[in-house]
């Protein structure tokens, strides 16, 4: 069982994701949780909660207050049972519960433990260790606030230098070569030959970036930045908003889940569209079974921390959801990619080769 005490890192609530206090009828939640489903299982609310949105709300530490209807749903999803409430006894008596009553309720059946059963606390510590450090790393090597004084330099610029496509090339290759710190800092990276490393960045950085930036994009919400729209239209055309607010509206809302997803690209044997006529790109890597034993660490932790976090259920959804997005993503890719965008991403990559070998 994880704890706060051997995992060393705070407990999440299933339910809205807040901190948790500990497992509350069968499920880890937050103090506020255990509350709302106590009050709803034992009917002290008269009326039972109708969702206005479809029983489709999104229910998180922010909104968790909104919808009644959908809270309690994803309880009852997550597992929770009123059968574990603890029966007080009334002032007249008549609800007195037995010795064997009182032990069957301390007592709760086992749940199998398992990553196709209902198991959610199922990280090993090492797992929750590498996920606390995925997330640091990544915290750590955020160039958000660089990205932020280079669009206000931009923006102080004057119109005709402001509207160059060589200047919004800058901005847009900041963007771009955001992942390549974080990517470079993993010690699973560090252990791999130059040559496989080389051909990671090679076959991998162009997805994985793009994926990176759909992200940055939303944090800093640079759809409202005027500076960075001209430069995206510059350089990818007028159409280039409605597909960038395409896939921020789309993006996984769970942050984390997005920075543990960018290392399984990073280290994937391929996640690029393979053209056949790129006869310079390599795609064997020498030591196949070192970078397939990193993807099975990573995806692995990915998977049991989307089953501790939302149940197994809502973890096939939500995987199902993110492999349809990243392959949506390289099909626009694809699609948007011109001589401007291949010209940043054959520099990035070329400059981070040229650090490796060196």
């Not at 489903?37 to 968790?64: A, G, W, Y």
């Not at 005027?226 to 769970?254: K, W």
């Not at 310079?280 to 989307?306: D, H, P």
């Not at 997005?325 to 054959?346: A, P």
Request: hydrophobic share 40%; charged share 15%.
């Amino acid at each position: 069982m994880v704890t706060k005490r051997n995992c060393g890192l705070p407990l999440i609530c299933l339910v809205c994701g807040d901190v948790a206090r500990g497992i509350n009828f069968d499920v880890m939640t937050c103090m506020s949780c255990k509350t709302f489903f106590r009050r709803h299982s034992q009917k002290l609310i008269k009326v039972d909660p109708v969702c206005k949105s479809n029983d489709n709300c999104e229910i998180t530490k922010m909104t968790r207050g909104t919808c009644s209807a959908c809270r309690l749903k994803k309880c009852y999803e997550l597992g929770m049972t009123f059968h574990s409430l603890r029966r007080w006894p009334s002032s007249n008596g008549s609800h007195l519960i037995t010795n064997s009553q009182r032990s069957a309720s301390l007592l709760p059946k086992p749940v199998p433990i398992g990553l196709l059963q209902n198991d959610r606390s199922n990280l090993t510590t090492d797992e929750w260790s590498l996920l606390s450090n995925i997330i640091h790393a990544y915290d750590e090597t955020n160039i958000m606030p660089h990205i932020n004084h280079l669009l206000a330099q931009q923006s102080s610029l004057p119109p005709k230098l402001r509207s160059k496509v060589s200047k919004s090339m800058n901005i847009l290759q900041f963007f771009l070569s955001a992942l390549q710190p974080f990517f470079e800092c993993s010690p699973y990276f560090q252990k791999l030959t130059v040559n496989s490393r080389q051909i990671l960045i090679q076959q991998n950085y162009d997805t994985a970036s793009i994926m990176n930036c759909v992200f940055i994009i939303r944090e800093m919400s640079a759809l409202n930045n005027m500076t960075f729209l001209i430069s995206c239209d510059a350089v990818y055309g007028d159409d280039i908003f409605q597909y960038s607010t395409h896939f921020v509206s789309r993006l996984e809302p769970n942050s984390m889940l997005i920075k543990i997803l960018l290392l399984i690209l990073a280290f994937s044997t391929n996640c690029s569209i393979v053209t056949p006529n790129q006869s310079n790109r390599r795609t064997s890597v020498s030591n196949a079974m070192t970078i397939l034993e990193v993807q099975n660490i990573f995806v692995t932790m990915f998977w049991k921390y989307l089953i501790y976090q939302y149940g197994f259920t809502a973890s096939v959804k939500r995987l199902n959801s993110l492999i349809k997005y990243i392959l949506d993503l390289l099909h626009s890719i694809n699609e948007k990619s011109n001589v401007q965008h291949g010209q940043m991403i054959d520099t990035i990559v070329e400059q981070t080769t040229r650090s490796l070998s060196i």
